[in-house]
């Protein structure tokens, strides 16, 4: 799938040489995914001698992501196709709330992107969330000195309130991806991303 997404439209064939897998595998594969409604037969490409290979493309319109960039003093909120594209994005400012409101503002912003999403197959299919904090390897914030937060397991609430897959990470290193996947950094094997907020504080 992978090589599909990275690389529409391609043939069967092309995704074997590509991949290494023999044919029969390739054809197995891609049936699965045709079936799951992942990718997409586009039609006949160009024939380099014989029958015209059958082009395959991805379906970014199969589900919806959101994604939401926590700041020191504001709420983005994206909604995306499976491609990174944004669909419907929202912004809230704010000024020094409590902990509890910080947490009634951002359901709000995703209640209201699930509610912009448009009728897919799988519909919404995860929450990616960025923090101003250190994050550990279970993904809890253990500091966000700036929101004035300890020791916050905020996917676990958010998986309890949507029942969806939620990813917590630190917002430069979501940052950093982001661009090396989707922006300025897809084309290079390595980029600096610097991450600049209202305010920088001594975690010491």
């Excluded at 993904?139 to 966000?144: S, V």
């Amino acid at each position: 799938m992978r090589t599909i997404r990275e690389n529409s439209s391609i043939s069967r064939a092309d995704i074997a040489t590509s991949t290494g897998l023999n044919k029969g595998t390739v054809s197995s594969l891609v049936t699965e995914l045709l079936n799951d409604k992942l990718i997409s037969e586009l039609g006949p490409g160009e024939s380099s001698g014989g029958r015209k290979p059958v082009m395959l493309l991805f379906n970014q319109l199969a589900g919806y992501t959101v994604g939401i960039d926590l700041g020191v003093n504001y709420i983005l909120g994206v909604l995306t196709d499976l491609q990174g594209n944004i669909y419907f994005e929202k912004q809230v400012n704010f000024t020094a709330l409590t902990y509890e409101e910080i947490l009634e503002e951002l359901y709000t912003v995703i209640d209201l992107l699930i509610s912009t999403a448009p009728t897919s197959h799988y519909g919404i299919i995860g929450i990616g969330v960025g923090v101003p904090g250190v994050v550990d390897s279970d993904k809890k914030i253990l500091l966000a000195p700036n929101l004035n937060w300890r020791n916050v397991d905020l996917r676990s609430l958010l998986e309890q309130k949507y029942h969806l897959p939620v990813i917590i990470e630190n917002e430069a290193n979501a940052g950093a991806y982001g661009e090396k996947k989707f922006g300025a950094g897809k084309y290079f094997n390595n980029i600096i991303y610097v991450s600049v907020g209202v305010e920088v504080s001594d975690l010491s």
